[in-house]
Each structure stands twice: as C-alpha cells, then as structure tokens.
C-alpha cells in the first residue's frame, strides 16, 4: 500500500464540517452479555485496526496535497471501565485531532455481566459501514484469543490497493463520461437542493434541564422492534413494492412535520428535509479495507401536501431511481465544483442556513454470518455474547436530530442521537416515542397506494422527482 493516500472530497467534506461544538464524529455502540476480558479484547483490537489502514492513519501534508500516514505498530485509543463513573466517555475527551492522532477511539464499561463497548469513529476517515468491518474483525478475532490462543482468526479477506475505489467508486474515464447525461439529470436535483429552505427541527429543551448520559456518552435515545415486528413491516413494504427504508424515511418525515405544527404553529407547511448516507460500494469493493464509499441524497418535502400513500409512493419513486442509477455520485459533483470553484466549502457549510432537517441513516442487517458460533441468532464470541448493536449518526450545526438503523438477530433498532443544548432526555424520548408509533400504526394498517405505481425496470420515462436533491 502507497505510504501516503491523498484524501478524496468527502473525506475533505467531512474534514470542513469538522468543529468543536459539532466534531463530525459517530458512534457504534455494542451491548454484550458477560463481561469482556481485557487482555484478550486489547489484543483483538489491535490485530483488527492492523487491517485497516485509514483507521490508523494520521493526517499529513505531502506534495501539495492532504494525505493521510497510516502508522505502523499503532495501539487503538481504549478506554477502560468497571463501575458506573461520572463522566467516563467521549465528552470527557478531547476532541480528535486527525493531525495527531487516528480517528479511532473505543470506551468499554463492564458492569456486572454486562458489557457495553462505544466505538468513536472520525467520519473523515470511514462510514458506518467501514465501521462496522472493524467490529467484526475484533468480534473474530476476540473469539480466536479466547477459545483458541495463538491461533489466526478466522477474517475474510482484506486487499489494501482497494482503497483507491473509495476515490474512483469502480468508475473509469469512460464510465465518467458515459455518466454524463445521469448526472445532468441529477444536476436539476441540485438545483432543489439550494432553492429550497428546510427549517431546523424545532427545539424544546428548558432552561435549567439536567445534563443528559451522566457516564459522558452522546445524548440518545433508543427503541428496538422485536423480529415479530419486523416480519410484520417487511411483509407490509414487500406487498406495495416498498422498502423498510422508504417507510422510515415517510414516517419519519410525517413524525417531524407533527412535531413543527405542534412547536411553531405560526409556520404554515415548512419544507422539510431529511439527509439520507447511500453506500456506493459495488461487488468490487467487497475486500476494501475501512473507508468512506459513501455519498449524500437530500428527501425534501412540504408533508402537509401530501396524504401518506401519496408521500410514500413519491419517496419509492425517488429512492428506486437513486439506487438503479446511482443518483448518489452526483453529490461528489458538488463537493468538486466547491473544492474547485470557491476553492474550499466554507460557503456551503458555514452562514446560519440549514442544511438537514435531521439524518437518517440505515446500516441493514448486520452480523447475521460472522463465522462465530451462535446464541439463537446472536453471535458469541468468546465468553459473551453479542445482545444490540447501534448506530449513532453524527450532529451538525442546525441538524438536531440524527436516527440510526441496524437490524441484527432479526430484530430493528432505532437510535436518536440529538442535539443535548437543544433538547432534553425527555423531549427526546418524545420524539422517538412518536415516531415509533408512527412506524408501528403504518405497519398494522397499510394505507392503498393508488396512485404513483412503482416505475418499471424497462421503458420508463418517469424522471426523479426534483425535491430530492442529492447534496451535501
């Protein structure tokens, strides 16, 4: 592997909107049954980060250009606990500096016979996906130390020169050009993007309202659906033609655009808008190390003009046209034109507008075949075994409100990282709440969609609605 990588746009994106009230940092958290043992975890993680190189990477200036140094022999940031301490996490810590330090940090407290780990991940230097590669990778080799010391871990396959497709996303000069008229396609999008205003989630925290996650973790809030549940809500999309993600994308939408009529009802049907991670990994990538393959699209709506068949065939409409035509690259169009044109991306990120609503962001199932024993359908590794896994999206100015998806041993959970100067654990829990039941009722009683019937994969001439933007 080359000893400098040059960072790509979004690596330089997420670098920009880096700041000290809002790092653009997220967090996986796993709940384990049984209690870890420290030796053999600190072993596992450092033979897991090994194969990661943007995981232990710091940033440097080399020729010209920001690259990133990835280090050799590198110890994780970890982070150990065994009682319930007042401030033990990430805000009692300094924030990352990616120029000193990788962007990795993990907290672990045991308690009892439970176990939680927090993974603090730099955004710039890997997605949610490639987060999740590392927690496996130590789930493996975790239980390889503890059952059978010495013995190499039972990894899949890793190829470091990979990691170039996280700059080219598989796409050579002719794939670039042959892509030409999608992206002036998309380019109408963008024009969305910046005509219209999406309001800010409006805040609801009081005065004097406690401090939140006394241990020093970000403020969240979490529900989990059973697998009952979630066999109802797959069986409800599979029958219109829709996707888990097309639904929470519409619930969550209608739950938010409640909440606003409810805190401002002086504004009449604001625009909403939800920023929606798509993974841009292809079969190709599938040995590439941790790392960003991953753009931005934008769901922009006025909820009130809709009924929720109407809103929701309009976002499968959307969401089928993004992935069948990789909509998501045209986001890299936007960050080269700021990375180029204004010579920076200040312009976008900085002022008082803003950009997201709230974020949603879905991993899918994951950890359904680790090659791990299994508990049922839980994975165990070594002495514990794996209960919940979450994702925690990052905040940023003026986006309050960030749900995390991860569905693992059948069972869905939703988790709401949110803004604590903006809301308190009580207005959060709230919030989630609603939405929840929003998800649930639509789930039970499935509206008709008769209008807006999914666009064939052959003849179609139907074109991406314009209110979805893909942008940053």
């Known amino acids: 592997m080359a000893a400098h990588l040059p960072v790509t746009l979004f690596e330089q994106y997420m670098l920009d909107d880096d700041t000290q009230a809002y790092p653009m940092v997220f967090f996986l958290r796993s709940r384990l049954r049984g209690r870890l043992v420290r030796e053999h975890f600190e072993q596992a993680l450092r033979q897991a980060i090994d194969r990661h190189p943007l995981l232990r990477a710091v940033l440097q200036d080399h020729g010209g250009q920001t690259t990133w140094l990835p280090l050799e022999n590198e110890t994780p940031d970890l982070h150990w606990c065994e009682s319930d301490t007042t401030g033990f996490g990430p805000r009692s810590a300094q924030r990352l500096d990616l120029r000193r330090q990788p962007g990795l940090r993990v907290w672990v407290q045991c308690l009892d016979q ?29 239980a390889a130390a503890c059952d059978a010391p010495g013995t190499a871990p039972a990894w899949r396959t890793l190829d470091d020169p990979s990691l170039e497709y996280r700059r080219t996303f598989g796409l050579d000069r002719i794939g670039r050009i042959a892509r030409l008229p999608l992206d002036l396609l998309g380019a109408f999008g963008v024009a969305q993007f910046f005509a219209n205003r999406p309001r800010a989630l409006a805040a609801d925290r009081p005065a004097h309202a406690p401090a939140d996650d006394a241990c020093g973790g970000p403020s969240t809030q979490s529900h989990t659906f059973t697998a009952v549940e979630v066999r109802r809500l797959q069986a409800a999309c599979a029958e219109r033609g829709a996707t888990i993600n097309d639904v929470l994308i519409r619930d969550l939408m209608t739950t938010l655009d409640a909440w606003q009529a409810e805190k401002t009802p002086h504004e009449a049907n604001p625009c909403l808008r939800i920023s929606v991670p798509v993974n841009l990994r292809q079969d190709r990538a599938a040995a590439m190390p941790a790392a960003n393959v991953v753009s931005m699209v934008f769901v922009d709506r006025r909820p009130r003009r809709y009924r929720p068949a109407a809103l929701l065939a309009s976002i499968r409409r959307d969401t089928w046209f993004i992935k069948r035509l990789r909509l998501g690259l045209v986001f890299m169009l936007i960050l080269q034109f700021f990375a180029r044109i204004t010579r920076g991306m200040g312009w976008l990120l900085g002022g008082s507008r803003c950009l997201s609503t709230a974020v949603l962001s879905n991993l899918g199932v994951q950890f359904d075949r680790l090659p791990l024993r299994y508990q049922g359908r839980r994975a165990v590794t070594g002495n514990v075994v794996l209960e919940q896994i979450e994702l925690l999206p990052p905040l940023r100015r003026l986006t309050r409100a960030a749900l995390g998806v991860v569905t693992y041993a059948g069972e869905l959970t939703l988790s709401l990282h949110y803004d604590a100067s903006c809301f308190d654990s009580s207005s959060a829990r709230i919030l989630l709440d609603r939405y929840v039941s929003t998800v649930r009722a639509n789930s039970a009683v499935w509206p008709e969609l008769v209008a807006h019937p999914a666009p064939s994969r052959k003849g179609t001439r139907t074109v991406p609605s314009p209110a979805l933007a893909p942008a940053a």
């Not at 730099?122 to 080799?141: F, P, S």
């Open 114 to 142: 439970e176990t939680t780990v927090l993974w603090e991940f730099h955004h710039a230097c890997t997605d949610g996906t490639g987060g999740m590669q590392l927690i496996e990778d130590t789930l493996v080799a975790y």
